[in-house]
């Protein structure tokens, strides 16, 4: 066991107290009930608990409390390195999966490419190799932990489609499962609650993390979809389809306070389908953009500014997740405010908000860059 990994994360349960009251707000694919099952205090940390619980504080951390902001820290490198090392050595399980998926996130998160690609598609292997897509079965004694375990098997796959849909992870069939309940997942609860296929329109009861779920599995849809060149009456109807199903799930969103990662993605998806090669400008097209367009281009709230100025979390625990569709609608905001001569939105707001994901997630940083220079 290394050393290194045992003086970084310290005091393990407070790692995991800070992790599961912010990364695991917005991608809950571990269960703190299992976590705490699996890890009591009283038990002398082992190779697995160790590597996990440094990958949870590492994906914990942030640039604005490190003055180099360097994510390719020693502490990085010491867990990509281990990680190969139990491969190696052939320590398989859950938790090291959930260790893979949480360095991915942070690669993601902090545009550490091609890691992040190569780190997602062994994420994936990993998990067909466990059984964890969406057809695994346990056949365990314990009605509330067999739930949580398949629950938490289910999750950890999801996690890895919503991270790989602009890749080449295999779709979900229309039977899979979207995660239950978060709070159901969260409390480790006897009963399942209302479960949603993925091929199900988007409903309000619908969990946060089912709804990101359904939102991935949507944009892999449409990637497929603009990548398909037929011309034929049922590739329109499939289009029409698609957009109907986006519409429907950010239709569902609409009623939420911040942008959540669910509506940036979902509104990415539907401004790919309707706009693939960033060309159209219909004019049809063009008041379908403002309306879509108008939720993250409007001026900044108070939050926002407090935010920019003093540092206040404007949304505590914001997802990584939401900087590519902040960047997408700036350029689509440059093209057609140039193309033509009408207002689509004021690009500093976009810029502005993407200052202040960069605070917490770099990939946003990276974003800016590619808009308006070093």
Known sequence: MSKYLLDFIQEPRSTAKLYFGSIHSFFPFISEKRFYEHFPAYAPPNVVSTILISCMKLVSWSPRDDPDKNPKSPSYLAIKRTLVETDVEG????????????????????????AAYTSVGACARYGLALGINEHATLGMNDPAIAFLEQE???????????????????????DALLPADDAVFDQGALTLGQLYPVSSPAEPGMS??????????????????????????????????????????????????EISAATAIGSSAL???????????HPRYLEFAKKLLR?????????????????????AHPSPLLAHWMY????????????TGEDFGNVDHLTRRLESLGQRWLVAIAYLHALTGP
Not at 271 to 281: G, Q, R, V
Not at 328 to 339: I, S
């Open 208 to 257: 946060p993390f089912a709804k990101l779920a359904q939102a991935a599995h949507l944009l892999g849809c449409v990637f497929r979809h603009i990548c398909d060149f037929r011309a034929d009456v049922i590739h329109q109807e499939e289009g029409m389809q698609l957009s109907s199903q986006l519409q429907r799930l950010l239709d569902v969103l609409a009623d939420e306070n």
């Open 295 to 315: 939720p993250v281009v409007e001026e900044p709230s108070q939050s926002v500014r407090d935010f920019l100025a003093a540092n206040i979390d404007f949304q």
């Open 271 to 281: 401004m790919t389908l309707h706009d693939p090669n960033a060309t159209n400008i």
């Open 91 to 114: 320590v398989f399980s859950l938790q090291l999966l959930q260790a893979t998926i949480l360095v991915a996130l942070y690669e993601v998160g902090h545009a550490i490419y091609p």
């Open 328 to 339: 997408q609608a700036a350029t689509v905001v440059l093209r057609l405010n140039g193309q």
């Open 152 to 174: 938490e098997k289910r999750r950890a796959w999801w996690a890895i489609l919503i991270l790989d849909r602009p890749l080449t992870t295999q779709d979900p069939t229309p």
